[in-house]
């Protein structure tokens, strides 16, 4: 008969399958209605339209090119993401454009985050007080498995850079933290880091997150005490924390050395391109008091553009400004102060600030003033402060009737609260299940916000639904006039219509407000071919041409031009041209063949 060490061994390798699948389980389970779910927001760029994700044997070519192929609009030019991209291309070369195996995958990246951050809370835990870990660990993973501040990032394909981002981090520091690996764990966290470092540059943080989580619970980093200048011990603990700090520094370091493209933006593509930094900074107080708010309160929720209509560029202060600045500070200071007192639930509210930092505006400009998908990896030091506090409050009193009452009302609100944001989060993906249904939910919460009517707008005319769609062109363009994007969609929405020269003005309005635009003269080249005029087609196909010269779509508009005007060997150039741009578009090869 094995001993009651080993029975109890067993029972404990038991329990803790249980909440590994169980935790599992509820990632994918909150998140399964996503899988019928449609391509939207920036899907057909960065995976659809992409050459490199439709033609597996280019993928080699991510590693050499911005973000999109050479599909991204060039507000993102800068922008490097290709281990995300050599996903997307794994999935088309599996599952060709079948969606559903898109978010199949998000899905299950989703759930195996959530395992690593049910890992890492345990071992954090354990360190500092081994009677809760298990229920620690066990709420935190739970409560990132359906949190609803997740779902864009879960539901919107692109939004796979921040899961794979974030597995790097939280594998990077579950490697430091399991010391029976002994030496391997420094390569292990390494090559973790690095891969997330290669799906988006947001796990930079990788090393000053270590640096808190050292100080917060050493002993799960093979550390003997906390790291000081107190004592030799101390001493020894700090310089090995730094060592290990620097070692994924390094790989920081190595990543900014051998990337093609540059770090920072564009110009065109920040948020705040020619405002003064002291209005970026009373701005961004107040959205980073809301990054806050919905980790603990998810409601509402929204995409880009509700935020930045609630968050206009500050020019003061103010009232409400000057509350969320108190909010956030007091936050922060209550972080500091729980890293003495409970270390796990301090490294978790100072682990938000520090995720944070990369798209708060202040360290580097970056596209977007607010967006939920951005708090993906900052929710985890939320998810670890809360299940560390709600496991020491399991127990509060000495074992009896009370003790036993107040544990089975935390565990009822503890379930409840689970159960409410599962179903917000079940709610909210299904806004995300095609791009009428996303632009309709956000319209009701932007209803004058220019981008959100006209995204909505290339939905109803994705649909077919003209009528609609010029008049949320004309809505966009009563709140923006020079909005050119919306000038072109006004303009395709015309030209379905059959008011040919109301979508000629448009399109030249569109090129008058933005002339390096390829869009404008392209789409008035496909509107000359209807209308029967190829050379007047062709010249504007040029310079469609000369706008945008990745673009296949063009070249197969200026073959037809070409070919209508007899001239076979210049229409077969431009054909062989756009074969060249994307050969897994079988149109330029079928055209090519009847030219033959």
Known sequence: MPGPAVVEAVDALRRRRAHALLVFGLAALAHANTLPNQPVLDDGWAIFDNPIVRDPSRMAEAFRTPWGGGAAPPTVAGVWRPLTTVTFALNHAAGGRAVWGY?????????????????????????????????????????????????????????????????????????????????????????????????????????????????????????????????????????????????????????????????????????????????????????????????VWPHPLGVDFYYATRFPTAGALGAGGALATAAWLAALLLGVGLLVRRPVAGLGVLWIFVALLPVLNVVAPVGVLMAERLLYLPSAGFCLAAGDVLAGSLAPFPAGPRARRVATAILAGLTFALAALTARTVARNADWRDGIALWEAEIARAPHHPVVNNNLAVAYAGRGDHLRALERADAALAAAPRYWRAQVNRGISLQRLGRLEAAEEAYLAAARIEPRAAEPPFFLGVLLLERGEPAEALAALERAEALGPSSPRTQLWKATALERLGRTDAARAALERAAALDPADAEARRRLGALR
């Not at 995958?105 to 081994?130: D, G, I, S």
């Not at 390494?190 to 640096?211: D, I, M, R, T, Y």
């Not at 370091?253 to 009373?282: C, D, H, I, K, S």
């Open 103 to 295: 978010h199949l995958v998000n899905v299950l990246l989703h759930a195996l985050a959530t395992l690593a951050l049910w890992a890492l809370a345990r071992r954090l835990v354990a360190a500092v007080a081994p009677a809760r870990a298990e229920a620690a660990g066990l709420v935190a993973g739970a409560l990132f498995a359906v949190h609803p501040v997740h779902v864009e990032a879960v539901a919107g394909l692109v939004g796979r850079a921040e899961i794979l981002s974030a597995l790097g981090v939280l594998g990077a520091l579950l490697a430091l933290a399991t010391p029976s690996w002994g030496r391997r764990r420094l390569p292990a966290a390494a090559l973790a880091l690095a891969l997330g470092l290669l799906s988006k540059e947001n796990a930079a943080v990788a090393p000053g997150l270590l640096v808190v989580a050292g100080l917060a619970a050493p002993r799960a980093f093979g550390l003997p005490e906390r790291p000081g200048l107190r004592s030799p011990a101390a001493r020894r603990a700090a310089a090995v924390l730094a060592g290990l700090a620097l070692l994924l520094g390094a790989v920081v370091l190595a990543y900014v050395l051998v990337r093609p493209v540059p770090l920072a933006l564009p110009e065109e593509g920040r948020w705040f391109a020619g405002v003064p930094r002291q209005n970026v900074l009373l701005t961004m107080t107040r959205v980073l008091a809301e990054y806050l708010r919905l980790l």
